[in-house]
């Protein structure tokens, strides 16, 4: 009977001991390798007069940003680059100028750096404010 008691103790004590390891949530912003490198377009049209935004843990759009850049031309195309960033959530935001319609264009989206690698991305920016 002891064996018993002391066999279905070890199995708890050995259960309740063994927790889930949780992976940690990573923590955007800047100190990391990624690079994002970013087209705003209107219409699949490059938009190169375009200040890009960037806000680092969330996939919300915010009221306020922790960065910016002004795009500039790269290889035949406008684009604005964020350099150092570590893996985690961002919003991505522009607003800039379309010549072809004479008119304000805006636009933002999350996006996740998964691994801290170099990224191309086009930015969607429509008619706005």
Known sequence: MNRAIIFVLSILVTITACKKRQEPTP????????????????HG???????????YNTSDMP??????????????KPV???TGLKAGNYYIYG??????????????????ITTEQSYDLNLAVTEGD
């Not at 923590?27 to 209107?42: C, E, S, W």
């Not at 938009?47 to 890009?52: A, F, N, T």
């Not at 009221?63 to 035949?76: E, L, R, T």
């Open 27 to 42: 923590v955007a912003g800047k100190g990391g390798n990624a690079t994002l490198n970013i087209t705003p377009q209107h």
């Open 45 to 55: 049209k490059n938009i190169d007069s375009c200040m890009i935004y960037i806000k």
């Open 63 to 76: 009221s306020s940003y922790d960065d910016s850049v002004k795009c500039v031309p790269q290889s035949g």
């Open 80 to 82: 604005g680059t964020f």
């Open 95 to 112: 607003k800039g100028w379309d010549p072809n319609i004479s008119q304000k264009v805006i636009g933002g989206k999350p996006y996740t």
